[in-house]
Protein backbone atom coordinates (compact mmCIF):
# COMPACT_ATOMS: atom_id res chain seq x y z
CA UNK A 1 0.00 0.00 0.00
CA UNK A 2 0.92 3.76 -1.09
CA UNK A 3 1.75 5.51 2.43
CA UNK A 4 -0.65 8.32 0.28
CA UNK A 5 -3.54 5.31 1.20
CA UNK A 6 -2.69 5.46 4.73
CA UNK A 7 -3.42 9.00 4.83
CA UNK A 8 -6.61 9.67 2.05
CA UNK A 9 -7.75 6.21 1.58
CA UNK A 10 -6.43 6.69 -2.41
CA UNK A 11 -3.37 6.23 -4.36
CA UNK A 12 -3.69 9.50 -6.26
CA UNK A 13 -1.63 12.23 -5.81
CA UNK A 14 -3.38 15.11 -3.52
CA UNK A 15 -2.35 18.35 -2.19
CA UNK A 16 -1.14 18.66 1.28
CA UNK A 17 0.06 22.34 2.88
CA UNK A 18 2.66 21.94 5.59
CA UNK A 19 2.52 24.61 8.31
CA UNK A 20 5.54 25.33 9.86
CA UNK A 21 9.17 25.76 8.65
CA UNK A 22 10.79 23.92 11.22
CA UNK A 23 12.34 20.78 11.83
CA UNK A 24 8.84 18.87 12.59
CA UNK A 25 7.51 20.23 9.36
CA UNK A 26 10.05 19.54 7.13
CA UNK A 27 10.38 16.25 7.56
CA UNK A 28 6.61 15.89 6.91
CA UNK A 29 6.87 17.70 3.94
CA UNK A 30 9.84 14.99 2.76
CA UNK A 31 7.55 12.15 3.95
CA UNK A 32 4.37 13.37 1.96
CA UNK A 33 6.65 14.29 -1.04
CA UNK A 34 8.15 11.25 -1.40
CA UNK A 35 5.10 9.33 -1.28
CA UNK A 36 3.56 11.37 -4.14
CA UNK A 37 1.73 14.25 -2.95
CA UNK A 38 1.83 17.65 -4.09
CA UNK A 39 3.30 19.77 -0.76
CA UNK A 40 3.62 23.31 0.35
CA UNK A 41 5.68 24.45 3.15
CA UNK A 42 4.32 27.47 4.80
CA UNK A 43 5.44 29.57 7.59
CA UNK A 44 4.13 33.07 8.98
CA UNK A 45 8.22 33.90 9.31
CA UNK A 46 10.38 35.29 7.06
CA UNK A 47 14.11 35.78 8.65
CA UNK A 48 17.58 35.19 6.74
CA UNK A 49 17.34 31.58 8.28
CA UNK A 50 14.23 30.76 7.50
CA UNK A 51 15.12 32.13 3.80
CA UNK A 52 18.24 29.94 3.14
CA UNK A 53 16.58 26.87 4.46
CA UNK A 54 13.32 27.11 1.99
CA UNK A 55 16.02 27.59 -0.70
CA UNK A 56 17.13 24.40 0.23
CA UNK A 57 14.45 22.97 0.54
CA UNK A 58 12.84 24.06 -2.60
CA UNK A 59 15.33 22.17 -4.61
CA UNK A 60 13.86 18.70 -3.11
CA UNK A 61 11.10 19.76 -5.07
CA UNK A 62 8.80 20.95 -2.05
CA UNK A 63 6.88 24.19 -3.00
CA UNK A 64 8.06 26.83 0.02
CA UNK A 65 6.46 29.95 0.66
CA UNK A 66 7.67 32.19 3.61
CA UNK A 67 5.19 35.30 5.06
CA UNK A 68 2.53 33.31 3.70
CA UNK A 69 -1.45 32.95 4.49
CA UNK A 70 -2.49 29.53 2.32
CA UNK A 71 -5.39 30.10 0.84
CA UNK A 72 -8.25 27.08 1.25
CA UNK A 73 -10.13 28.05 -2.30
CA UNK A 74 -9.64 26.68 -5.65
CA UNK A 75 -6.59 24.63 -6.64
CA UNK A 76 -4.82 25.57 -3.96
CA UNK A 77 -7.04 23.72 -1.90
CA UNK A 78 -5.72 21.22 0.03
CA UNK A 79 -6.61 17.62 1.14
CA UNK A 80 -4.68 17.37 4.47
CA UNK A 81 -3.21 19.93 6.62
CA UNK A 82 -0.06 18.64 8.72
CA UNK A 83 0.49 21.33 11.55
CA UNK A 84 4.11 21.54 13.44
CA UNK A 85 3.73 21.43 17.23
CA UNK A 86 4.64 25.17 17.07
CA UNK A 87 1.38 26.24 16.00
CA UNK A 88 -1.78 27.16 17.74
CA UNK A 89 -4.69 25.17 16.76
CA UNK A 90 -7.64 27.20 16.96
CA UNK A 91 -5.92 29.59 14.39
CA UNK A 92 -9.12 30.96 11.88
CA UNK A 93 -6.81 28.92 8.88
CA UNK A 94 -7.51 25.81 10.79
CA UNK A 95 -11.18 26.32 12.05
CA UNK A 96 -12.02 27.44 8.21
CA UNK A 97 -10.81 23.43 7.02
CA UNK A 98 -12.31 21.89 9.71
CA UNK A 99 -15.17 23.52 8.24
CA UNK A 100 -14.57 22.50 4.75
CA UNK A 101 -13.67 18.95 6.07
CA UNK A 102 -10.56 19.13 5.18
CA UNK A 103 -8.33 16.75 7.44
CA UNK A 104 -6.16 18.83 9.89
CA UNK A 105 -3.39 16.77 11.65
CA UNK A 106 -0.32 17.66 13.97
CA UNK A 107 2.94 15.97 12.51
CA UNK A 108 2.98 13.29 15.59
CA UNK A 109 -0.25 12.02 13.53
CA UNK A 110 1.08 11.81 10.39
CA UNK A 111 3.99 9.42 11.91
CA UNK A 112 1.61 7.32 13.84
CA UNK A 113 -0.64 6.50 10.61
CA UNK A 114 2.36 5.22 8.84
CA UNK A 115 4.09 4.06 11.78
CA UNK A 116 1.05 2.37 14.02
CA UNK A 117 2.18 -1.21 13.73
CA UNK A 118 4.98 -0.34 15.88
CA UNK A 119 4.00 -0.53 19.97
CA UNK A 120 4.64 2.99 20.81
CA UNK A 121 5.25 4.56 24.30
CA UNK A 122 4.01 7.87 24.53
CA UNK A 123 5.06 9.97 27.72
CA UNK A 124 3.78 12.87 28.70
CA UNK A 125 3.72 15.52 31.42
CA UNK A 126 4.18 19.06 32.17
CA UNK A 127 8.10 18.60 33.75
CA UNK A 128 10.03 14.91 33.72
CA UNK A 129 9.34 13.77 30.48
CA UNK A 130 12.39 14.37 28.87
CA UNK A 131 14.26 12.15 31.54
CA UNK A 132 11.63 9.67 32.11
CA UNK A 133 12.22 9.32 28.21
CA UNK A 134 15.72 9.10 28.34
CA UNK A 135 15.55 6.50 30.77
CA UNK A 136 12.95 4.34 29.28
CA UNK A 137 15.12 4.46 26.08
CA UNK A 138 18.36 3.46 27.78
CA UNK A 139 16.49 0.17 29.51
CA UNK A 140 14.73 -0.77 26.37
CA UNK A 141 18.11 -0.81 24.47
CA UNK A 142 19.98 -2.71 27.42
CA UNK A 143 17.82 -5.56 26.70
CA UNK A 144 18.81 -5.73 22.93
CA UNK A 145 15.73 -3.93 21.92
CA UNK A 146 15.88 -2.16 18.51
CA UNK A 147 14.16 1.56 19.57
CA UNK A 148 14.23 5.21 18.98
CA UNK A 149 13.48 8.23 21.04
CA UNK A 150 11.49 11.19 18.69
CA UNK A 151 8.85 13.87 19.70
CA UNK A 152 10.83 16.35 21.48
CA UNK A 153 13.70 14.45 22.23
CA UNK A 154 15.74 12.95 19.30
CA UNK A 155 13.81 12.86 16.24
CA UNK A 156 10.91 14.54 14.76
CA UNK A 157 9.19 11.38 14.64
CA UNK A 158 8.34 11.65 10.89
CA UNK A 159 12.13 11.70 10.72
CA UNK A 160 11.56 7.56 11.86
CA UNK A 161 10.18 7.40 8.87
CA UNK A 162 12.80 9.17 6.74
CA UNK A 163 15.19 6.98 8.05
CA UNK A 164 13.31 3.63 7.02
CA UNK A 165 12.81 2.80 10.72
CA UNK A 166 9.70 0.40 10.11
CA UNK A 167 11.46 -2.45 11.80
CA UNK A 168 11.86 -0.66 15.37
CA UNK A 169 10.69 -2.94 17.92
CA UNK A 170 9.42 0.02 20.17
CA UNK A 171 9.13 3.54 19.61
CA UNK A 172 9.45 5.96 22.21
CA UNK A 173 7.76 9.42 22.01
CA UNK A 174 8.20 12.69 24.06
CA UNK A 175 5.05 14.49 23.52
CA UNK A 176 3.86 18.01 24.74
CA UNK A 177 0.32 18.92 25.10
CA UNK A 178 0.67 20.88 21.71
CA UNK A 179 0.82 17.38 20.06
CA UNK A 180 -1.21 15.39 21.93
CA UNK A 181 -3.64 18.17 20.72
CA UNK A 182 -2.93 17.68 17.18
CA UNK A 183 -3.10 13.89 17.21
CA UNK A 184 -6.48 12.62 18.13
CA UNK A 185 -5.68 8.87 16.65
CA UNK A 186 -2.35 8.37 18.21
CA UNK A 187 -3.27 5.44 20.50
CA UNK A 188 0.12 4.35 22.56
CA UNK A 189 0.50 0.29 23.88
CA UNK A 190 1.51 2.16 26.85
CA UNK A 191 1.05 5.86 27.85
CA UNK A 192 2.56 7.81 30.70
CA UNK A 193 1.54 11.05 32.49
CA UNK A 194 4.54 12.49 34.52
CA UNK A 195 3.39 15.33 36.44
CA UNK A 196 0.93 18.51 36.12
CA UNK A 197 1.26 21.51 36.69
CA UNK A 198 0.06 25.30 35.23
CA UNK A 199 2.06 25.63 31.86
CA UNK A 200 0.92 26.67 28.29
CA UNK A 201 -1.86 28.10 29.53
CA UNK A 202 -1.20 31.17 27.24
CA UNK A 203 -2.11 28.63 24.24
CA UNK A 204 -4.72 26.78 26.18
CA UNK A 205 -6.10 29.43 28.40
CA UNK A 206 -7.33 27.10 31.11
CA UNK A 207 -5.72 24.38 33.05
CA UNK A 208 -9.61 22.20 32.83
CA UNK A 209 -8.31 22.27 29.00
CA UNK A 210 -4.80 21.53 29.48
CA UNK A 211 -6.00 18.98 31.59
CA UNK A 212 -8.15 17.44 29.19
CA UNK A 213 -6.01 17.50 26.40
CA UNK A 214 -3.32 15.33 28.48
CA UNK A 215 -5.94 12.91 29.47
CA UNK A 216 -6.96 11.88 26.00
CA UNK A 217 -3.33 10.21 25.50
CA UNK A 218 -3.71 8.09 28.59
CA UNK A 219 -7.78 7.29 27.74
CA UNK A 220 -6.52 6.03 24.26
CA UNK A 221 -3.40 4.02 25.60
CA UNK A 222 -3.56 0.39 26.37
CA UNK A 223 -1.70 0.40 29.12
CA UNK A 224 -1.90 3.77 31.51
CA UNK A 225 0.76 4.96 33.96
CA UNK A 226 0.67 7.73 36.44
CA UNK A 227 2.68 9.67 38.89
CA UNK A 228 0.95 9.14 42.00
CA UNK A 229 2.77 11.66 43.98
CA UNK A 230 1.61 14.77 41.66
CA UNK A 231 -1.40 15.56 43.70
CA UNK A 232 -3.14 17.05 40.71
CA UNK A 233 -3.00 14.21 39.07
CA UNK A 234 -4.44 11.77 41.62
CA UNK A 235 -7.20 13.87 42.61
CA UNK A 236 -8.02 14.49 38.72
CA UNK A 237 -7.58 11.04 37.08
CA UNK A 238 -10.48 9.10 38.85
CA UNK A 239 -12.76 8.60 35.81
CA UNK A 240 -9.34 7.07 33.75
CA UNK A 241 -9.90 3.66 34.21
CA UNK A 242 -7.06 0.66 34.59
CA UNK A 243 -4.48 2.83 35.95
CA UNK A 244 -0.96 1.67 36.84
CA UNK A 245 0.72 4.14 39.80
CA UNK A 246 4.13 5.04 40.83
CA UNK A 247 5.18 6.67 44.21
CA UNK A 248 8.53 7.29 45.90
CA UNK A 249 6.40 6.31 49.14
CA UNK A 250 6.06 2.84 50.10
CA UNK A 251 2.70 2.25 50.04
CA UNK A 252 2.40 -1.67 50.35
CA UNK A 253 0.60 -2.04 47.56
CA UNK A 254 1.17 -5.04 44.70
CA UNK A 255 -0.49 -3.12 42.08
CA UNK A 256 1.82 -0.33 41.45
CA UNK A 257 5.40 0.94 41.33
CA UNK A 258 6.91 2.53 44.34
CA UNK A 259 9.64 2.26 46.50
CA UNK A 260 10.24 0.29 49.61
CA UNK A 261 13.21 0.51 52.77
CA UNK A 262 15.23 1.74 49.47
CA UNK A 263 14.46 -0.69 47.16
CA UNK A 264 12.18 -0.60 43.64
CA UNK A 265 9.34 -2.73 44.03
CA UNK A 266 7.33 -3.33 40.72
CA UNK A 267 3.94 -5.07 41.23
CA UNK A 268 4.84 -6.84 43.73
CA UNK A 269 8.52 -8.05 42.60
CA UNK A 270 11.87 -6.55 44.17
CA UNK A 271 13.28 -4.67 40.74
CA UNK A 272 16.63 -2.75 42.46
CA UNK A 273 18.01 -0.61 45.49
CA UNK A 274 17.65 3.11 44.76
CA UNK A 275 21.00 4.07 45.12
CA UNK A 276 22.35 2.18 42.13
CA UNK A 277 20.50 5.24 40.17
CA UNK A 278 22.77 7.89 40.51
CA UNK A 279 20.85 10.91 39.22
CA UNK A 280 19.94 13.76 42.28
CA UNK A 281 16.51 14.29 43.56
CA UNK A 282 12.95 12.75 44.50
CA UNK A 283 11.41 14.01 40.97
CA UNK A 284 14.36 11.67 39.50
CA UNK A 285 12.87 9.26 41.72
CA UNK A 286 9.44 9.56 40.42
CA UNK A 287 10.94 9.81 37.08
CA UNK A 288 12.87 6.09 37.46
CA UNK A 289 9.45 4.49 38.49
CA UNK A 290 7.87 5.40 36.02
CA UNK A 291 10.34 4.91 33.64
CA UNK A 292 10.49 0.87 35.47
CA UNK A 293 6.65 0.66 34.99
CA UNK A 294 7.36 0.78 31.36
CA UNK A 295 9.79 -1.77 31.29
CA UNK A 296 7.62 -4.60 33.49
CA UNK A 297 4.47 -3.48 31.46
CA UNK A 298 6.54 -4.57 28.50
CA UNK A 299 7.62 -7.91 29.79
CA UNK A 300 11.75 -6.20 30.10
CA UNK A 301 13.94 -8.24 32.35
CA UNK A 302 14.78 -6.38 35.39
CA UNK A 303 18.46 -7.22 34.88
CA UNK A 304 18.26 -5.08 32.20
CA UNK A 305 16.89 -2.50 34.18
CA UNK A 306 19.11 -2.64 36.64
CA UNK A 307 22.08 -2.40 34.42
CA UNK A 308 20.58 0.07 32.46
CA UNK A 309 21.01 2.45 35.27
CA UNK A 310 23.91 1.31 36.79
CA UNK A 311 25.24 3.44 33.66
CA UNK A 312 23.00 5.67 33.16
CA UNK A 313 24.90 9.49 32.90
CA UNK A 314 22.08 11.46 33.16
CA UNK A 315 19.84 13.84 30.33
CA UNK A 316 21.52 17.17 28.72
CA UNK A 317 20.16 20.10 29.91
CA UNK A 318 19.05 18.63 33.21
CA UNK A 319 21.14 18.89 36.08
CA UNK A 320 23.89 18.50 33.43
CA UNK A 321 26.95 19.25 34.96
CA UNK A 322 29.28 21.07 32.62
CA UNK A 323 32.80 21.73 34.58
CA UNK A 324 34.23 22.71 37.72
CA UNK A 325 35.94 26.36 38.10
CA UNK A 326 38.13 27.03 41.21
CA UNK A 327 36.02 24.60 43.02
CA UNK A 328 32.79 26.11 41.60
CA UNK A 329 30.24 23.49 39.53
CA UNK A 330 29.09 25.04 36.60
CA UNK A 331 25.63 23.04 35.93
CA UNK A 332 23.23 22.95 33.41
CA UNK A 333 19.83 23.06 34.01
CA UNK A 334 18.11 24.73 30.95
CA UNK A 335 15.23 22.50 30.20
CA UNK A 336 13.81 23.68 33.25
CA UNK A 337 11.13 26.36 31.12
CA UNK A 338 8.68 26.96 33.70
CA UNK A 339 8.56 27.56 37.37
CA UNK A 340 8.19 24.12 38.65
CA UNK A 341 11.00 22.45 36.92
CA UNK A 342 13.21 25.45 37.90
CA UNK A 343 12.14 25.02 41.48
CA UNK A 344 12.67 21.14 41.38
CA UNK A 345 16.26 21.57 39.95
CA UNK A 346 17.13 24.00 42.97
CA UNK A 347 16.10 22.21 45.53
CA UNK A 348 17.64 19.02 43.32
CA UNK A 349 21.45 20.44 43.46
CA UNK A 350 23.74 20.14 46.68
CA UNK A 351 24.82 23.38 48.10
CA UNK A 352 24.24 27.11 47.52
CA UNK A 353 24.21 28.26 44.39
CA UNK A 354 23.96 31.39 42.14
CA UNK A 355 21.38 31.26 39.82
CA UNK A 356 20.79 32.14 35.93
CA UNK A 357 17.10 32.97 35.18
CA UNK A 358 15.06 34.28 33.06
CA UNK A 359 14.48 34.22 29.02
CA UNK A 360 10.57 34.30 27.79
CA UNK A 361 8.60 34.67 30.85
CA UNK A 362 5.65 32.18 31.08
CA UNK A 363 2.04 31.76 33.16
CA UNK A 364 2.00 30.15 37.11
CA UNK A 365 2.63 30.45 40.25
CA UNK A 366 5.80 31.38 41.29
CA UNK A 367 5.89 31.29 45.21
CA UNK A 368 7.33 28.13 45.51
CA UNK A 369 10.07 28.97 43.09
CA UNK A 370 10.50 32.25 44.95
CA UNK A 371 10.21 30.62 48.40
CA UNK A 372 13.82 28.18 47.19
CA UNK A 373 15.58 31.28 45.64
CA UNK A 374 15.50 33.08 49.17
CA UNK A 375 16.72 29.81 50.79
CA UNK A 376 19.56 28.63 48.71
CA UNK A 377 20.13 30.93 46.56
CA UNK A 378 23.45 33.51 47.10
CA UNK A 379 22.88 35.94 44.03
CA UNK A 380 20.55 35.92 40.89
CA UNK A 381 21.36 37.08 37.84
CA UNK A 382 18.88 37.91 35.00
CA UNK A 383 18.41 37.76 31.36
CA UNK A 384 16.31 37.89 28.41
CA UNK A 385 12.71 39.58 28.42
CA UNK A 386 11.76 38.14 31.78
CA UNK A 387 14.37 40.16 33.65
CA UNK A 388 12.14 43.25 34.61
CA UNK A 389 9.40 41.05 35.85
CA UNK A 390 11.77 38.67 37.23
CA UNK A 391 13.07 41.74 39.11
CA UNK A 392 9.85 42.95 40.72
CA UNK A 393 8.65 39.37 41.48
CA UNK A 394 12.31 39.03 43.83
CA UNK A 395 11.92 42.14 45.39
CA UNK A 396 8.28 42.31 46.24
CA UNK A 397 9.60 38.45 48.12
CA UNK A 398 12.28 40.65 50.06
CA UNK A 399 15.35 39.25 48.25
CA UNK A 400 17.70 41.57 46.81
CA UNK A 401 20.58 40.17 45.41
CA UNK A 402 19.83 40.33 42.09
CA UNK A 403 21.50 41.86 39.22
CA UNK A 404 19.85 42.15 35.58
CA UNK A 405 22.76 41.17 33.42
CA UNK A 406 20.86 40.81 30.12
CA UNK A 407 22.45 37.54 28.61
CA UNK A 408 24.47 34.62 28.55
CA UNK A 409 27.67 36.19 28.39
CA UNK A 410 27.62 38.75 30.91
CA UNK A 411 25.69 36.34 33.15
CA UNK A 412 28.95 33.80 32.81
CA UNK A 413 31.33 36.41 33.00
CA UNK A 414 29.59 38.04 36.21
CA UNK A 415 28.91 34.79 37.88
CA UNK A 416 32.08 33.35 38.64
CA UNK A 417 33.27 36.63 40.79
CA UNK A 418 29.77 36.77 42.37
CA UNK A 419 29.80 32.84 43.32
CA UNK A 420 33.44 33.23 45.02
CA UNK A 421 31.77 36.94 46.80
CA UNK A 422 29.09 34.98 48.11
CA UNK A 423 30.04 31.72 48.94
CA UNK A 424 28.57 29.97 46.40
CA UNK A 425 29.51 25.81 45.72
CA UNK A 426 27.64 26.05 42.36
CA UNK A 427 26.50 28.29 39.30
CA UNK A 428 23.16 26.91 37.75
CA UNK A 429 21.70 27.62 34.78
CA UNK A 430 18.00 26.63 35.52
CA UNK A 431 15.71 29.77 33.58
CA UNK A 432 12.12 28.66 35.07
CA UNK A 433 11.62 30.80 31.17
CA UNK A 434 11.46 29.66 27.14
CA UNK A 435 14.15 29.86 25.25
CA UNK A 436 12.51 31.92 22.49
CA UNK A 437 13.52 35.85 23.14
CA UNK A 438 17.32 35.12 22.53
CA UNK A 439 17.30 31.13 21.50
CA UNK A 440 15.67 29.36 18.91
CA UNK A 441 15.22 26.32 21.52
CA UNK A 442 16.23 25.27 25.32
CA UNK A 443 19.01 23.21 23.73
CA UNK A 444 20.34 26.28 22.10
CA UNK A 445 20.50 28.48 25.04
CA UNK A 446 21.91 25.30 27.26
CA UNK A 447 24.47 24.79 24.87
CA UNK A 448 25.52 28.27 24.61
CA UNK A 449 25.65 28.29 28.55
CA UNK A 450 27.75 25.05 27.83
CA UNK A 451 29.93 26.82 25.72
CA UNK A 452 30.98 29.83 27.62
CA UNK A 453 31.63 27.91 31.09
CA UNK A 454 34.11 25.47 29.26
CA UNK A 455 36.03 28.88 27.86
CA UNK A 456 35.63 30.49 31.26
CA UNK A 457 36.94 27.23 32.35
CA UNK A 458 40.19 27.09 30.09
CA UNK A 459 40.83 30.60 30.54
CA UNK A 460 40.62 30.43 33.99
CA UNK A 461 43.31 27.28 33.89
CA UNK A 462 45.68 29.75 31.40
CA UNK A 463 45.65 32.47 33.85
CA UNK A 464 47.04 30.38 36.95
CA UNK A 465 49.65 28.71 34.47
CA UNK A 466 50.11 32.43 33.56
Given at each position: ?175 SSYQIESSSK ?281
Amino acid sequence: MQFSDLITGRATPARALVIGVGRSGIAAARVLYQSGWQVVLSDSNHTASLQKLSQEISQEGIEVHLNHLPSLEGEEKPSLIVVSPGVPWDIPLLEQAREKNIDVIGEIELAYRNLSHIPWVAITGTNGKTTTTALVEAIFRCAGLNVQACGNIGYAACELILNNSQQLDWLIAEISSYQIESSSKLAPTIGVWTTFTPDHLKRHKTMDKYFKIKASLLERSKHKIFNRDDQNLSDRLGSVEKLHWTSTKSLLDDSGVYLEDNSIKAFGELIMPIDIFKMPGNHNQQNLLMAVAVARLANIDKGAIVEAMSNFSGVAHRLEKICTVDGIDYINDSKATNYDASQVGMEAVDGSFVLIAGGQSKEGDNSAWLKSIRSRATAVLLIGDASELFAEHLEKSGYQNFEKIGDMEKAISRSLELAKSTGAKIVLLSPACASFDQYSSFEERGEHFRDLSQKLSLSNDILKKG
